[in-house]
């Protein structure tokens, strides 16, 4: 055999071996992601993924799928596949029939508005099948072209159709989208009716363009019944209507009942229901959850809703059920209109809580009223109750009685996120938070800008409120008593936080404290302002107990800091009590005995009018002891009188105070014995400055047109002047230069102050509602540097304190997993991006070869490919390195042999 022909045939050979090995992976390949799409109206476009249980259509209902189930043992085939692709119906009957067919299409069009109803037979005078649709398998219903079209409850004579449209059972798994199902409320004699669709023991989904309406029930969920099983609502669905409602005893909207069942909406509407029922089983006008269900609501509204003789006009939680708001979920809203109400004397407009857990994540309580509890209500009744607030707002609810936003009788409420701002209790007690016994524990977050006659932030009428670390209760205004907080017949442990810019009309503008118990290891109570000036920070009207301040900062400016109006005795073993105002009092005493007020150990007292006032002249104070210390200025900048009275200079050899200037703020540094600490008097000053002027005061400036809010110590005649989108001109400013390379800011704002300030100011920037709970980081133009700080978004607004005033500007903060995230892209962005580069390094549950949870069969997609793929893959590359030996052979053989 001649040497060429070898070479080609050994070609040849590789040739075929490259095909083959080639061809298998392109084919796997092209399996696993070959494109299932097609054209609109057309069988494959319309109809949804086969359950598990079901093999794909073949084209052919009386031939086996190739790709489906093996021959039986016995060598015969199995039954065929479900019927495939669409049907259309043009009555209640047809529809009926197809549903309730085991091998009915998968996609059920409904092609003209129908009439559901019962099937009389008049031969015999009886009703010889019931109307309602048993759905036992998967199946979507919809409207065909020219839809949306309605299913209305029947009401002529003898087919009046009482019972529900659809019963979903073990094994269904229905679908409704673009479709309308009408109860014909009114036209139907109640309380004959049923659910329009009962869920038990199967799942119920409502998609885009599904509404349920106008019915009204006389068992429980006037739209849906969920006995046991699920019901999820997605895109534009909706459960009721204006004038369109559902109604019944209980979850008017939608009622979910038993352990394990399970409600979710990510998007839609429950609007206008109402529960009708009376006390205890009357509540939820929207939705009513119960007997160990879970309800997640990450986005859609439930507004509108009523509940009329019971609690939870928006929403019903009861005996063991879980509620978790996050995302973009709004239960209320902006407009009256869309207030969810207890009405009469019931509780809880927005969410009732009864022997249940609520947690929020996101998401607003917005706009609702009740007799108690206008956005919440909690109540531990005979089981455990409990509210979790990590973030979200509760946001101008209001209460004709007590707690504008929250009211909690017993349970425990931990807030450790989020805001609650804007909620009025106009006739009684508790704009933000009332608490009538339980624990409420507050380490994050803010409550601010609450209304109300006492205790506009928090009013405690029993029980125990914590508060620590970063939490925030500012703004508050009170008409009468406790700007900040009121403490009645309760516990307040001050751990941390800060009570800061609330007002009481009359007493106590940071807290007043009645017949309490009142403690205070750390945290700042300062800003605050009283009417008469009593108590501006803190007003002990009838202490439980003895008072001690063991930790923390409290300070006022004019007035009397500390008020104490019975006989008990204040002790400041630790932290410091301020008075930066020469006309007002550190501590004033209204007792009889002039020992109950001691500064010892590590206590401070400074003022720069009395330290110690007595109501009964007669009296003196006689001096810390101890390591306690008590400083007096007596002039605008020194000498300061010490303990008993030593005059000093401003920085004298050995002294036990002077000024001094700490991180660019003035303040008076001291040290005696172990009590060695900084007061700060709030002002941004050289070495040698003198305290803020006489005539400062503390004020919140507010520019209208932008909402941007300044808190500082302002002469009287202080502007605030704010520009919108503006920094220092390009080329004038290196720190502005510097801050446009990091992108476009989500808000940018030019604030300066006419007329004079001094010290740190508190900044409130508007953001919105949509970034709260988010991480953002402020840069500001301080001087020719930029100073960045990294602070949290809540109540549409980022808050933080600045030493200076500049233009500011907004950024959301990057996400570290994020290497394409541009730094003015949002936290939420970021956290998609981070997301979807775990997936497709195979971190996710689609990466390759991973595996679908509860299931441990691998998963492929397009762009993965199993073991096979890869061993077809080695061989293929073999094949080429086959090819390539064999040309070069085959060249090899063509020069050397001989010519012609």
Same mark, same amino acid.
């Given at each position: 055999?001649?040497?060429?022909?070898?070479?080609?045939?050994?070609?040849?050979?590789?040739?075929?071996?490259?095909?083959?090995?080639?061809?298998? $992976?392109?084919?796997?390949?092209?399996?696993?992601?070959?494109?299932?799409?097609?054209? $609109?109206?057309?069988?494959?476009?319309?109809?949804?993924? $086969?359950?598990?249980?079901?093999?794909?259509?073949?084209?052919?209902?009386?031939?086996?799928?190739?790709?489906?189930?093996?021959?039986?043992?016995?060598?015969?085939?199995?039954?065929?596949?479900?019927?495939?692709?669409?049907?259309?119906? +043009?009555?209640?009957?047809?529809?009926?029939? =197809?549903?309730?067919?085991?091998?009915?299409?998968?996609? %059920?069009?409904?092609?003209?508005?129908?009439?559901?109803?019962?099937?009389?037979?008049?031969?015999?005078?009886?009703? %010889?099948?019931?109307?309602?649709?048993?759905?036992?398998?998967?199946?979507?219903?919809?409207?065909?072209?020219?839809?949306?079209?309605?299913?209305?409850?029947?009401?002529?004579?003898?087919?009046?159709?009482?019972?529900?449209?659809?019963?979903?059972?073990?094994?269904?798994?229905?679908? /409704?989208?673009?479709?309308?199902?009408? *109860?014909?409320?009114?036209?139907?004699?109640?309380?004959?009716?049923?659910?329009?669709?009962?869920?038990?023991?199967? %799942?119920?989904? /409502?998609?885009?363009?599904?509404?349920?309406?106008?019915? +009204?029930?006389?068992?429980?969920?006037?739209?849906?019944?969920?006995?046991?099983?699920?019901?999820? @609502?997605?895109?534009?669905?909706?459960?009721?209507?204006?004038?369109?409602?559902?109604?019944?005893?209980?979850?008017?909207? !939608?009622?979910?009942?038993?352990?394990?069942?399970? /409600?979710?909406?990510?998007?839609?509407?429950?609007?206008?229901?109402?529960?009708?029922?009376?006390?205890?089983?009357?509540?939820?006008?929207?939705?009513?959850?119960?007997?160990?269900?879970?309800?997640?609501?990450?986005?859609?509204?439930?507004?509108?809703?009523?509940?009329?003789?019971?609690?939870?006009?928006?929403?019903?939680?009861?005996?063991?059920?879980?509620?978790?708001?996050?995302?973009?979920?709004?239960?209320?809203?902006?407009?009256?209109?869309?207030?969810?109400?207890?009405?009469?004397?019931?509780?809880?407009? *927005?969410?009732?809580?009864?022997?249940?857990?609520?947690? @929020?994540?996101?998401?607003?309580?917005?706009?609702?009223?009740?007799?108690?509890?206008?956005?919440?209500?909690?109540?531990?009744?005979?089981?455990?109750?409990?509210?979790?607030?990590?973030?979200?707002?509760?946001?101008?609810? =209001?209460?004709?009685?007590?707690?504008?936003?929250?009211?909690?009788?017993?349970?425990?409420?931990?807030?450790?996120?989020?805001?609650?701002?804007?909620?009025?209790?106009?006739?009684?007690?508790?704009?933000?938070?009332?608490?009538?016994?339980?624990?409420?524990?507050?380490?994050?977050?803010?409550?601010?800008?609450?209304?109300?006659?006492?205790?506009?932030?928090?009013?405690?009428?029993?029980?125990?409120?914590?508060?620590?670390?970063?939490?925030?209760?500012?703004?508050?205004?009170?008409?009468?008593?406790?700007?900040?907080?009121?403490?009645?017949?309760?516990?307040?442990?001050?751990?941390?936080?800060?009570?800061?810019?609330?007002?009481?009309?009359?007493?106590?503008?940071?807290?007043?404290?009645?017949? +309490?118990?009142?403690?205070?290891?750390?945290?700042?109570?300062?800003?605050?302002?009283?009417?008469?000036?009593?108590? @501006?920070?803190?007003?002990?009207?009838?202490?439980?107990?003895?008072?001690?301040?063991?930790?923390? /900062?409290?300070?006022?400016?004019?007035?009397?800091?500390?008020?104490?109006?019975?006989?008990?005795?204040?002790? !400041?073993?630790?932290?410091?009590?301020?008075?930066?105002?020469?006309?007002?009092?550190?501590?004033?005493?209204?007792?009889?005995?002039?020992?109950?007020?001691?500064?010892?150990?590590?206590?401070?007292?400074?003022?720069?009018?009395?330290?110690?006032?007595?109501?009964?002249?007669?009296?003196?104070?006689?001096?810390?002891?101890?390591?306690?210390?008590?400083?007096?200025?007596?002039?605008?900048?020194?000498?300061?009188?010490?303990?008993?009275?030593?005059?000093?200079?401003?920085?004298?050899?050995?002294?036990?105070?002077?000024?001094?200037?700490? *991180?660019?703020?003035?303040?008076?540094?001291?040290?005696?014995?172990?009590?060695?600490?900084?007061?700060?008097?709030?002002?941004?000053?050289?070495?040698?400055?003198?305290?803020?002027?006489?005539?400062?005061?503390?004020?919140?400036?507010?520019?209208?047109?932008?909402?941007?809010?300044?808190?500082?110590?302002?002469?009287?005649?202080?502007?605030?002047?704010?520009?919108?989108?503006?920094?220092?001109?390009?080329?004038?400013?290196?720190?502005?230069?510097?801050?446009?390379?990091?992108?476009?800011?989500?808000?940018?704002?030019?604030?300066?102050?006419?007329?004079?300030?001094s010290g740190c100011l508190d900044l409130a920037l508007p953001l919105g509602q949509g970034r709260d709970g988010q991480e953002v980081l402020v840069r500001h133009c301080k001087g020719s540097q930029v100073e960045d700080m990294t602070l949290t978004a809540g109540g549409g607004y980022v808050r933080g304190t600045f030493s200076s005033l500049s233009p500011f500007a907004v950024f959301g903060k990057a996400s570290s997993s994020s290497s394409s995230s541009s730094s003015g892209s949002s936290s939420s962005s970021?956290?998609?991006?981070?997301? +979807?580069?775990?997936?497709?390094?195979?971190?996710?549950?689609?990466?390759?070869?991973?595996?679908?949870?509860?299931?441990?069969?691998?998963?492929?997609?397009?762009?993965?490919?199993?073991?096979?793929?890869?061993?077809?893959?080695?061989?293929?590359?073999?094949?080429?390195?086959?090819?390539? *030996?064999?040309?070069?052979?085959?060249?090899?053989?063509?020069?050397?042999?001989?010519?012609?």
């Amino acid at each position: 055999m001649k040497k060429g022909t070898n070479g080609m045939k050994l070609l040849a050979l590789a040739l075929c071996l490259c095909l083959v090995a080639i061809g298998w $992976p392109v084919a796997t390949l092209a399996s696993a992601s070959a494109d299932v799409s097609a054209a $609109p109206g057309s069988v494959a476009a319309s109809t949804p993924a $086969p359950s598990p249980s079901e093999a794909p259509p073949s084209g052919d209902e009386t031939s086996p799928d190739p790709s489906g189930p093996p021959p039986a043992a016995n060598g015969s085939l199995m039954p065929p596949a479900p019927r495939a692709g669409t049907v259309t119906v +043009s009555t209640w009957w047809d529809l009926k029939a =197809e549903v309730e067919d085991p091998d009915g299409a998968p996609v %059920i069009l409904v092609g003209s508005a129908l009439t559901a109803k019962d099937k009389f037979d008049s031969a015999t005078g009886t009703f %010889i099948a019931a109307g309602t649709i048993a759905v036992t398998r998967r199946v979507t219903i919809q409207s065909a072209a020219g839809g949306p079209f309605t299913i209305t409850r029947s009401d002529r004579p003898f087919e009046e159709f009482f019972t529900a449209f659809f019963k979903v059972t073990a094994g269904g798994e229905l679908t /409704l989208q673009n479709v309308t199902l009408d *109860g014909n409320r009114g036209q139907i004699p109640v309380p004959a009716n049923e659910s329009l669709v009962v869920v038990d023991n199967g %799942i119920l989904t /409502l998609g885009d363009g599904a509404v349920l309406k106008n019915n +009204s029930s006389k068992d429980n969920g006037g739209g849906v019944n969920v006995r046991q099983g699920a019901l999820t @609502m997605s895109g534009t669905a909706q459960i009721g209507g204006t004038g369109e409602a559902n109604t019944a005893p209980m979850g008017g909207g !939608v009622f979910v009942t038993g352990a394990g069942s399970k /409600l979710t909406i990510t998007g839609g509407k429950i609007i206008g229901n109402k529960a009708t029922g009376a006390s205890p089983n009357g509540c939820g006008g929207g939705v009513a959850v119960e007997g160990g269900a879970t309800f997640d609501m990450s986005g859609g509204s439930i507004q509108g809703n009523t509940s009329e003789q019971d609690n939870g006009g928006g929403v019903a939680v009861r005996t063991g059920a879980q509620f978790t708001l996050s995302g973009t979920a709004q239960i209320g809203g902006g407009d009256p209109a869309q207030a969810n109400k207890a009405e009469n004397l019931y509780s809880g407009g *927005g969410v009732f809580v009864d022997d249940a857990t609520f947690t @929020m994540l996101g998401g607003s309580v917005m706009g609702n009223t009740a007799h108690n509890g206008g956005g919440v209500f909690l109540w531990q009744n005979r089981g455990t109750a409990s509210f979790i607030m990590r973030g979200g707002s509760i946001t101008n609810n =209001e209460s004709r009685i007590y707690g504008g936003g929250v009211y909690m009788s017993n349970g425990t409420f931990n807030m450790t996120g989020g805001s609650i701002t804007g909620n009025e209790a106009p006739r009684s007690n508790g704009g933000g938070v009332y608490v009538w016994g339980g624990t409420f524990n507050m380490s994050d977050g803010g409550i601010s800008g609450n209304t109300a006659n006492r205790g506009s932030g928090v009013y405690l009428d029993a029980g125990t409120l914590n508060l620590s670390g970063t939490a925030r209760i500012d703004g508050n205004t009170a008409y009468i008593d406790g700007g900040g907080v009121y403490a009645g017949y309760a516990t307040f442990n001050m751990q941390g936080g800060s009570i800061t810019g609330n007002r009481g009309d009359s007493l106590g503008g940071g807290v007043f404290v009645d017949s +309490s118990i009142f403690t205070m290891t750390d945290g700042r109570i300062t800003g605050n302002t009283a009417g008469g000036g009593a108590g @501006m920070a803190v007003y002990l009207s009838n202490p439980a107990n003895d008072v001690e301040i063991s930790g923390g /900062l409290l300070s006022a400016q004019g007035g009397s800091a500390i008020l104490i109006a019975q006989n008990k005795a204040l002790t !400041v073993s630790g932290g410091a009590v301020m008075q930066t105002d020469k006309s007002g009092t550190a501590i004033y005493y209204r007792g009889d005995y002039a020992d109950q007020v001691k500064v010892t150990n590590s206590g401070t007292v400074y003022s720069r009018g009395k330290v110690v006032e007595y109501e009964n002249t007669a009296l003196t104070f006689p001096g810390p002891s101890g390591d306690g210390l008590v400083i007096l200025q007596t002039g605008s900048h020194a000498p300061y009188a010490v303990g008993a009275g030593t005059d000093l200079t401003t920085d004298p050899a050995g002294a036990a105070a002077k000024w001094a200037v700490e *991180g660019g703020t003035g303040g008076v540094r001291y040290e005696n014995g172990a009590n060695v600490g900084f007061l700060p008097l709030g002002v941004a000053v050289g070495q040698e400055a003198p305290p803020q002027p006489d005539n400062y005061s503390v004020r919140t400036l507010r520019d209208d047109a932008t909402g941007v809010e300044v808190t500082a110590y302002c002469a009287p005649n202080a502007v605030l002047t704010v520009i919108k989108d503006h920094l220092h001109d390009k080329g004038a400013c290196a720190a502005c230069d510097a801050i446009r390379q990091s992108g476009a800011p989500a808000a940018a704002y030019d604030i300066s102050i006419e007329g004079g300030y001094s010290g740190c100011l508190d900044l409130a920037l508007p953001l919105g509602q949509g970034r709260d709970g988010q991480e953002v980081l402020v840069r500001h133009c301080k001087g020719s540097q930029v100073e960045d700080m990294t602070l949290t978004a809540g109540g549409g607004y980022v808050r933080g304190t600045f030493s200076s005033l500049s233009p500011f500007a907004v950024f959301g903060k990057a996400s570290s997993s994020s290497s394409s995230s541009s730094s003015g892209s949002s936290s939420s962005s970021n956290s998609s991006s981070s997301q +979807s580069a775990s997936s497709s390094q195979g971190g996710g549950s689609n990466s390759s070869g991973g595996s679908v949870p509860g299931s441990s069969r691998p998963q492929t997609n397009g762009s993965s490919a199993g073991p096979m793929f890869w061993i077809w893959y080695v061989l293929g590359a073999v094949a080429v390195l086959v090819i390539a *030996g064999a040309l070069v052979l085959h060249k090899r053989y063509r020069g050397s042999g001989p010519k012609g």
